[in-house]
């Protein structure tokens, strides 16, 4: 159950973002933005923790702003899956730096809010 609670807040975040940053577009059907949520859980379960490890030297300098910049390179990676020259699943950005890194602030956020809101499953 925690994992399908898990899978429901990273979609609210993702479409959060996309509806709040200007930049971050999607033009897929329901179930392609379920397949980019799905990358997504599995790009913050897989990547993020290898770029988490390489990147502490500066991470722990900034005191965990870094942490924001990685969160962006992760949203670029299931940007450039989903988008046209990989999968087709209908999500571009149009930049790297105001949309993408916007987006992973905001989902970011909207992650926390949704974990604060929805119960544990404990």
């Known amino acids: 159950m925690s994992f399908i609670l898990s899978f429901l807040v990273t979609a609210g975040s993702l479409a959060i973002a996309i509806w709040i940053v200007e930049g971050l577009e999607f033009t897929g059907s329901w179930w392609e933005f379920l ?11 897989i990547v993020k923790p290898i770029l988490r490890l390489l990147s502490l030297p500066i991470v722990l300098i900034t005191f965990g ?24 699943l209908g999500l571009t950005s149009t930049g790297f730096f105001w949309a993408t890194f916007l987006a992973a602030i905001v989902i970011s956020i909207a992650g926390w809010v949704l974990n604060l809101i929805l119960p544990d499953g404990e």
Request: net charge negative.
């Open 35 to 45: 397949i980019v949520a799905v990358i997504l859980g599995l790009a913050n379960l």
């Open 65 to 88: 702003l870094f942490l924001i910049v990685v969160n962006a390179l992760v949203l670029q990676l299931v940007v450039w899956l989903g988008g046209p020259s990989m999968m087709d």
